[in-house]
T-cell receptor, first 116, second 113 residues
Framework: SAVISQKPSRDICQRGTSLTIQCQVD?????MFWYRQQPGQSLTLIAT?????????ESGFVIDKFPISRPNLTFSTLTVSNMSPEDSSIYLC?????????????FGPGTRLTVT | AQSVTQPDIHITVSEGASLELRCNYS??????LFWYVQSPGQGLQLLLK??????LVQGIKGFEAEFKRSQSSFNLRKPSVHWSDAAEYFC???????????FGQGTTLQVKP
């Protein structure tokens, strides 16, 4: 299975600032996803990031607030812009591993963001 | 629209007792179904999956799940729970065309000694 790392693992930020989260995978993958997990809640997909194309955002999420880069098949970044306390969440990246012929999706350890 | 429902928000079982976590899905085609576990402060770990074939699937950590199309269910089971199984459990369905996962609300499992 793919091994995924995220940086930073946690951060405390002031409102109005921006934070960029990095996601690194140990193998080349086509599909990468960014999820948000608000406190005590389930996961909600923010966007799908495929290399060589613009990210596809889910309803309720916009590029100006959550710009995403996908420069190659092993790396992606998510920026949380102009943060407010409502952005306090865990942000997780995931990849779909197709090496086995299945559709397993593996997750990074997450970035715990607190906005004050 | 596709959706996943986990009817039990919180379950408490005694260590050594059996466990069943419920998951119901709404999906028009044959679903790709997953169970994940999230321990406190950790990311999500894949327990098991169902794509096709045998409706009883085995996963890691002694977990199994049974796909029942007639009931639109994919319940997770374990015959004997260990204290280390205390965690949050998520059921998810994969949208075939996009690959994105739709998650249930999660079930918090507490294990009593």
């Amino acid at each position: 299975s793919a091994v995924i790392s995220q940086k930073p693992s946690r951060d405390i930020c002031q409102r109005g600032t921006s934070l960029t989260i990095q996601c690194q995978v140990d193998s080349q993958v086509t599909m990468m996803f960014w999820y948000r997990q608000q406190p005590g809640q389930s996961l909600t997909l923010i966007a799908t990031a495929n290399q060589g194309s613009e990210a596809t955002y889910e309803s309720g999420f916009v590029i100006d607030k959550f710009p995403i880069s996908r420069p190659n098949l092993t790396f992606s970044t998510l920026t949380v812009s102009n943060m407010s306390p409502e952005d306090s969440s865990i942000y997780l990246c995931s990849v779909e591993d197709r090496e086995t012929g299945g559709f397993e999706q593996y997750f990074g350890p997450g970035t715990r963001l607190t906005v004050t | 629209a596709q959706s996943v429902t986990q009817p039990d928000i919180h379950i408490t079982v005694s260590e050594g007792a059996s466990l069943e976590l419920r998951c119901n899905y709404s999906y028009g085609a044959t679903p790709y179904l997953f169970w994940y576990v999230q321990s406190p402060g950790q990311g999500l770990q894949l327990l098991l999956k169902y794509f096709s074939g045998d409706t009883l699937v085995q996963g890691i950590k002694g977990f199994e799940a049974e796909f029942k199309r007639s009931q639109s269910s994919f319940n997770l089971r374990k015959p004997s729970v260990h204290w280390s199984d205390a965690a949050e459990y998520f059921c998810a369905v994969r949208r075939v065309n996009t690959g994105k996962l739709i998650f249930g609300q999660g079930t918090t499992l507490q294990v009593k000694p």
